[in-house]
């Protein structure tokens, strides 16, 4: 199994930019797909971002263009840079681990977008 911890949310201003940080222990992040999900309140958690342990990437089409999904496998680190924030992306990210149906979650990190 893999334990996970997203770091690096905030408050920014429309606009403005954050990178998100999923930090790996316990197992090699490159062999499972990495998701980044959001879940803003009174909203149902929504899938975001997806990376496979191939390096394809797929996005929501709310956030296309503006995100990007990554992976440092030497620092056993995923990253979602969000660019160009909008209020509607102000959420609790997720970061998930999945293979097959073993799926391994972190405690989220606040994102606040407004002025």
């Known amino acids: 199994q893999v334990q996970l911890v997203e770091s690096g949310g905030g408050l920014v201003q429309p606009g403005g930019s954050l990178r998100l940080s999923c930090a790996a222990s316990?197992?090699?992040?490159?062999?499972?797909?990495v998701n980044w999900y959001r879940q803003a309140p009174g909203k149902r958690r929504e899938l975001v971002a997806t990376?496979?342990?191939?390096?394809?990437?797929n996005y929501a089409d709310s956030v296309k263009g503006r995100f990007t999904i990554s992976r440092d496998n030497a620092k056993n680190t995923a990253y979602l840079q969000m660019n160009s924030l909008k209020p509607e992306d102000t959420a609790v990210y997720y970061c998930?681990?999945?293979?097959?149906?073993?799926?391994?979650w972190g405690p989220g990190t606040q994102v606040t977008v407004s002025s």
């Open positions: 998930n681990a999945q293979m097959g149906v073993d799926g391994y």
């Open positions: 316990g197992n090699i992040l490159s062999i499972y797909i």
């Open positions: 990376i496979t342990s191939g390096g394809g990437t």
